[in-house]
């Protein structure tokens, strides 16, 4: 996924560029599973010039207002040029929000006024996450809250080659997940064998997990939680 990071550059400890994931659940399972590597899901941290290419933006408090402010200029020119009704309804809404400090995702607009503004691709109608100056000196847990407010997860394969996070957004189904993978396994999916991440953690591992009852076979149409350790059956 990636994330833009307005109003700066980068900082010393928070760089532009691919950044790991650290989740530590990640570690917690490389301790219970033996793999030969543990691989981190990863986000990509883009700079202001990247905005329309962004999955979400993270900002720090000092520029919150600048990135509403964007939006604020855009509202007031298409309504200066008198727009059609669903717009222009839209547009008020937005406008009022924004004045109020508040975001674009957080308006409620019927489904023709979305469509109406759709092609505008307000920036604060994307996840946000404001960050105080202090949680820039500590960015391993910034970025898992950034990646987590901004609608992802992660779910785990283990064992043999490497225990692995996956990012997906929250909402993915199994299918859906089986092809961040690859696409033959989507392709070819029959089940996904699922446990899920605290039972796993009280079992004290795959194999454990399995001996107490903790599997369980789900559809394509499963919608994967967090952290869930999955084993994909598919036809090849």
Not at 2 to 22: S, V
Not at 77 to 91: F, K, V
Not at 113 to 131: D, G, M, N, Q, Y
């Amino acid at each position: 996924m990636k994330i833009c990071f307005f109003g700066t550059p980068g900082t010393p400890t928070l760089p532009l560029g691919k950044h790991n994931l650290k989740d530590p659940r990640l570690d917690q399972a490389d301790k219970l599973v033996e793999a030969k590597k543990k691989v981190y899901a990863q986000i990509d941290l883009l700079g202001e010039a990247e905005l329309s290419d962004c999955d979400a933006i993270l900002v720090a408090t000092d520029h919150k207002a600048d990135v509403i402010l964007r939006d604020l200029e855009l509202v007031e020119t298409r309504l200066g040029r008198t727009p059609p009704a669903d717009e222009q309804s839209a547009l008020v809404k937005l406008r009022t929000a924004l004045e109020n400090e508040q975001f674009a995702s957080t308006v409620t607009l019927s489904d023709a006024e979305r469509a109406a503004i759709a092609v505008h691709a307000f920036l604060t109608a994307k996840p946000v996450t404001v960050a105080e100056a202090a949680e820039f000196e500590a960015p391993e847990k910034l970025l898992l809250r950034a990646y987590a407010e901004s609608g992802f997860v992660s779910y785990l394969t283990v064992g043999g080659k490497e225990n692995r996070a996956w990012s997906i957004r929250r909402g993915a189904t199994a299918w859906e997940a089986a092809g961040v993978i690859h696409s033959d396994i989507q392709k070819g999916f029959i089940r996904a064998e699922i446990i899920g991440w605290d039972d796993f953690l009280q079992a004290g591992g795959e194999t454990q997990a399995k001996r107490a009852g903790k599997l369980r076979l789900e559809t394509k149409t499963y919608v994967m939680q967090d952290y869930d350790v999955v084993n994909f059956r598919f036809n090849k």
